[in-house]
């Protein structure tokens, strides 16, 4: 039987996220492990403050996750999957043949909230949540994780001016600061600094993080919770954290590891 | 927007959202249901993304632009946060075809229908009267699929609430040739039947899915049939072609509509109009030269 794990909240260490994480992709051959491995805290610790149980029941009240960078969706799948929101045969059929677990968010996968993959998609969708909670006065709120290369998108901004604008208090987003995005930096391509300046001149509530302290993390979201006004988490990461050789490599983009280099990664995490 | 008002007293799922269009038109919704409207301002990827959230949150969205911004811009958003969902959202164009003629070619919109019909899920209406509009609510406001209603600048009135949605104009039964026309072009090939009295119209105020069973007996009565769209062939034409190829069915079809490029010089809708052939002295031209 596949029973969904009932990992309780306390128990889902980061470390065994990211050794499921390249099993996974190790298995399938998938594309984007560094940047799974650079939002792990982030997503760990969004579904550490959520409700599980109302997720699981799908009540109009339950908190909204939405990884807006669909393409780091092993990471949400198997943070989900370590919070008993999927079994372990669907966590192994990750961009498999016939799977419902592509390579990017889909919103065919049980509790997931939105598919996403095209960037700068889930922000503006977020926001429609947020906006329609507020107006069905549901006490909810909206966590969205969006990657800083997406943030080239405009639609991400239009959706900042319209949020900060209306103060629609109840969308969080965590932005995953990694620097890289496919072809090389963020800040050579295209630069988005000054990042906090510029989401507190569009009327966000803006708290900086080290993206791989999940605790401080937690503590920021639980801190914002009665924010006047929408609030913007920025999480500074390493993409391709916790395997010393993906870290800031882009080659890792695309990359899984097959061979020496899958047992060093386990290695790595296991050590 | 009579109708939408009217819905929105009935159904306290629908929420109106629109990109900063219908001024002296819209406030009277905005003022009873504050809650449940909001001027999204000029930001269509926007408002189709908040659109799906909406629905996430149990809306029902009607999103209400000028048919170019409304579809075009946001394509995206349309396909993956709409159309991939099958979210139930009314996407509703004011300006069709050459209704924005004078503004020029970033205003009028003769590549909506081909280019959405391509999306699953998605219902496109064309509605061709004052009394289509109602029928076209009417199944629309049922919200059980994603829908564009294509409306167009345009008061035409068959003094008569529709029979069906899709349904004869103007019937001759001694003719061999149908005009099947949709949205505003419907009043100009009524217009040129009614002199001539030598061929059929029919309105599609549903373009896709077509209507099998009301077509399929037309192409067996009616040897030549004439599309009169102010579309390009990517639109009522083409899906016209597709159903008679698909169904062995061996017809004469026949094309009035605009050229597959962008006016370099401006033209009122009239004006633009006559240049394709769609006005009713073009088409009764048209058709005689067929009929031979």
């Given at each position: 039987m596949n029973q969904i794990q009932t990992s309780s909240k306390q128990k889902v260490p980061n470390a065994d996220i990211r050794r499921t994480i390249v099993e996974i992709v190790h298995n399938s051959g998938a594309a984007h492990i560094g940047s799974a491995l650079s939002c792990i805290e982030i997503l760990n610790a969004v579904f550490k403050n959520v409700d599980l149980q109302k997720i699981k029941s799908q009540t109009a009240d339950r908190d909204r996750v939405i990884l807006s960078k669909g393409h780091a969706t092993a990471a949400l799948y198997t943070v989900m999957y370590h919070h008993g929101l999927l079994n372990r045969d669907e966590i192994y059929s990750y961009s498999k043949n016939d799977s419902l677990l592509a390579g990017h968010s889909s919103h065919h996968v049980p509790f997931v909230e939105h598919s996403t993959g095209a960037l700068g998609h889930g922000l503006p969708v977020s926001l429609g949540i947020a906006i329609g909670l507020k107006a069905k006065e549901l006490p909810a709120r909206v966590f969205v994780i969006v990657g800083d290369g997406e943030l080239h998108e405009g639609s991400n901004w239009e959706t900042f001016m319209l949020a900060g604008h209306l103060k629609i208090a109840n969308l969080c987003v965590l932005i995953d600061r990694n620097n890289l995005q496919q072809v090389g930096k963020v800040e050579v391509t295209c630069s988005i600094e000054p990042l906090k300046t510029k989401l507190e001149s569009f009327n966000f509530n803006v708290f900086e993080s080290d993206g791989h302290n999940e605790k401080e993390i937690a503590e920021k979201i639980t801190n914002s919770k009665n924010s006047s006004q929408p609030v913007a988490i920025i999480c500074q990461t390493t993409k391709g954290k916790g395997i010393s050789f993906m870290e800031n490599n882009n080659l890792w983009h695309y990359r899984a590891p097959q061979g020496e280099e899958y047992k060093k990664a386990l290695k790595e995490l296991t050590s | 927007m009579k109708k939408l008002h009217e819905a929105m007293r009935r159904d306290s799922r629908i929420f109106f959202l629109m990109g900063d269009t219908g001024f002296n038109l819209v406030e009277p919704i905005f003022e009873e249901f504050p809650e449940r409207t909001?001027?999204?301002?000029?930001?269509e990827q926007n408002m189709i993304g908040i659109s799906a959230g909406l629905v996430n949150a149990g809306f029902r969205p009607v999103c209400y632009a000028i048919s170019n911004f409304l579809t075009q811009r946001c394509f995206e958003q349309i396909r993956n946060d709409i159309c991939l969902h099958n979210y139930p959202i009314i996407l509703a164009g004011t300006?069709?075809?050459?209704?924005n003629g004078t503004l020029w070619a970033t205003h009028y919109i003769v590549e909506d229908i081909g280019c959405l019909k391509t999306l699953p899920n998605i219902q496109i209406y064309s509605p061709s009267s004052v009394e289509s509009i109602e029928a076209v609510c009417d199944e629309a406001f049922n919200f059980e699929k994603p829908a564009y209603v294509r409306i167009a600048k345009s008061n035409f009135s068959m003094g008569r609430k529709n029979k069906s949605l899709d349904e004869f104009i103007l019937e001759n039964p001694t003719s061999s040739v149908l005009v099947i026309a949709h949205g505003k072009m419907v009043k100009n090939a009524y217009e040129a039947a009614n002199t001539s009295k030598n061929f059929s119209v029919f309105a599609v105020n549903k373009i896709k899915p077509l209507n099998a069973q009301k077509l399929t007996p037309l192409f067996n009565k009616f040897k030549k049939i004439v599309v009169v769209e102010d579309n390009f062939k990517s639109g009522l034409y083409n899906s016209i072609c597709q159903f008679l190829a698909e169904n062995k069915l061996k017809n004469d079809v026949y094309f009035i509509g605009p050229e597959e490029e962008y006016e370099k010089h401006i033209g009122d809708p009239k004006h633009l109009e006559e240049k394709y052939g769609l006005m009713p002295d073009k088409i009764n031209q048209f058709i005689s030269e067929i009929v031979g």
């Open positions: - | 909001l001027n999204v301002g000029v930001a300006s069709a075809g050459f209704d």
